[in-house]
């Protein structure tokens, strides 16, 4: 499965950015995702996911903020972020795994198999 992450860039405080997870495999409407993010000097860490069932769950820091959902049609799968803080500043990656996750499996990276490249997002106080 091969995952191409986009729609990162610069924003102000306060701003929102849709990023978007494209997978090449047909039947990712049964795998489940994780998005992820780095910053500098920082260990990576979970943000959101969502299982192949829809079940949603998010980083207590992320709750209220960001919003995940997937669009099966289109093999896509989104992170919607708003009201944007200078910490959230990172570079964002996307994971597949074609295991269900629950809340603390879907928040560890070792349940993914696939993952994207990445994206930078920068938020500008």
């Given at each position: 499965?091969?995952?191409?992450?986009?729609?990162?860039?610069?924003?102000?405080?306060?701003?929102?950015?849709?990023?978007?997870?494209?997978?090449?495999?047909?039947?990712?409407?049964?795998?489940?995702?994780?998005?992820?993010?780095?910053?500098?000097?920082?260990?990576?860490?979970?943000a959101a996911c969502i299982s192949w069932s829809g079940n949603v769950y998010?980083?207590?820091?992320?709750?209220?903020?960001?919003?995940?959902?997937?669009?099966?049609?289109?093999?896509?799968?989104?992170?919607?972020?708003?009201?944007?803080?200078?910490?959230?500043?990172?570079?964002?990656?996307?994971?597949?795994?074609?295991?269900?996750?629950?809340?603390?499996?879907?928040?560890y990276a070792g349940t993914y198999d696939y993952w994207g490249q990445g994206?930078?997002?920068?938020?500008?106080?």
């Amino acid at each position: 499965v091969q995952l191409q992450a986009s729609g990162g860039g610069l924003v102000q405080t306060g701003g929102s950015l849709r990023l978007s997870c494209a997978a090449s495999e047909p039947t990712f409407s049964s795998y489940s995702v994780g998005w992820f993010r780095q910053a500098p000097g920082k260990e990576r860490e979970f943000a959101a996911c969502i299982s192949w069932s829809g079940n949603v769950y998010y980083e207590d820091s992320v709750k209220g903020r960001f919003t995940i959902s997937r669009d099966n049609a289109k093999n896509t799968v989104y992170l919607q972020m708003d009201s944007l803080k200078p910490e959230d500043t990172a570079v964002y990656y996307c994971a597949a795994s074609s295991r269900g996750v629950g809340s603390y499996s879907g928040s560890y990276a070792g349940t993914y198999d696939y993952w994207g490249q990445g994206t930078q997002v920068t938020v500008s106080s």
